[in-house]
């Protein structure tokens, strides 16, 4: 029996007896029903029946809204719906997801985020054409709140098909979103679920990169699956605190311990993702600077810093920390003008 660990959940076979699906769509939930019928709906337009696919959504007690109306509305009994008695939090969520699934691969597809027409089938075809792989993605576009097109994930390689040296570039750099994502169930019972010690951010990353080190991977050139980038995620709530880049920055101590590369080419790549969380951590410093909330910039570039100490982020921590100081005269002066008006 595999032995638990300490933070991340065991995720048991599905018994013997269960007649089992080719297809589990898990959807969480929290808060979202206002984007869950889009979602839903993007499932069902190409869902091949309930013998091959299982579709539910598991909601994190939501208090502001009501997704298992949606469910029944949209679903019209094609789709499960499960709430949890309490809220657990999103990553004990995602665990509610992987233990309730059935078939025999996983997509997570969060209930604001959507898939294109032909996800299911470019996706079930690599996995046919290559079952040496323990998941498969494909190329994303990135959505705003209201559904329209920011851009294109970097497309990974020119042909679909396994990737060459993906544990090193996924290590190096986050560029898969979650909804592009399908992983077979058996990978995630051998290697558990997403890290409980990643708050707001990261765990994603950090479970691709744990696939990426046990098994080969393979990739959709079609950008199938639509992530939305939501002005009120969790992820961008965290960035006022600068929680957001202590998760990214502990998500890379973590894959050091367990990436089965020579020490040189490790410290290698995690100098790689310091560098890349400290620039995410400099651009939301600047956006922060731009709209005069100092606490903000404060906080990611702090964080920032603590990432990497390279030539380019040195270069980038001084602009900054020029750009944060002119502002916060402007401030002081502007205060202190509003003051003397009001007391003249």
Same mark, same amino acid.
């Given at each position: 029996m595999k032995e638990a660990h300490p933070y991340r959940a065991l995720i048991q076979p599905v018994p013997e007896e269960t007649v089992r699906p080719l297809w589990s769509v898990m959807i969480p939930t929290y808060n979202c029903a206002n984007y869950l019928?889009?979602?839903l709906a993007?499932? =069902?337009?190409?869902?091949p029946g309930p013998e091959l696919m299982q579709i539910e959504v598991i909601d994190d007690h939501s208090t502001h809204d009501d997704p298992e109306a949606v469910v029944r509305e949209v679903g019209k009994g094609r789709v499960e719906f499960y709430r949890q008695p309490e809220n657990v939090g999103y990553i004990r969520n995602?665990?509610?997801?992987?233990?309730?699934?059935?078939?025999? =691969?996983?997509?997570? =597809?969060?209930?604001?985020d959507c898939v294109g027409t032909g996800f299911y089938n470019k996706l079930q075809t690599l996995f046919e054409q290559y079952p040496e792989i323990g998941s498969a993605f494909c190329r994303q576009i990135i959505v705003d709140d209201q559904g329209h097109w920011k851009g294109f994930s970097k497309l990974e390689q020119e042909e679909s098909g396994i990737l060459d040296n993906w544990l090193e570039r996924i290590a190096a750099q986050h560029s898969v979103q979650t909804p592009s994502v399908v992983v077979?169930?058996?990978?995630?019972?051998?290697l558990g679920g997403f890290d409980r010690r990643l708050l707001s951010c990261g765990e994603d990353w950090e479970m691709w990169v744990r696939i990426a080190a046990h098994h080969p991977v393979a990739y959709e050139v079609e950008p199938l699956a639509l992530y939305r980038d939501r002005s009120n995620s969790l992820t961008k709530r965290s960035v006022r605190t600068g929680q957001n880049i202590r998760d990214v920055r502990r998500a890379t101590e973590i894959i050091r311990d367990y990436l089965p590369l020579p020490a040189e080419t490790t410290n290698k790549v995690c100098d790689q993702a310091g560098e890349t969380w400290a620039l995410w951590a400099f651009h939301f410093a600047q956006e922060a600077i731009i709209r005069g909330d100092i606490t903000t910039a404060i906080a990611q570039m702090r964080e920032g810093i603590q990432c990497s100490h390279s030539l380019k982020t040195t270069k980038r921590t001084a602009q900054l920390t020029l750009k944060l100081i002119k502002k916060m005269i402007r401030q002081r002066l502007q205060l202190n003008l509003s003051l003397n008006m009001q007391k003249s």
């Open positions: 019928r889009e979602t993007s499932v =069902l337009v190409q869902d995602f665990e509610t997801c992987l233990q309730r699934s059935r078939g025999h =691969l996983i997509h997570l =597809l969060h209930g604001d077979k169930r058996a990978v995630y019972e051998q």
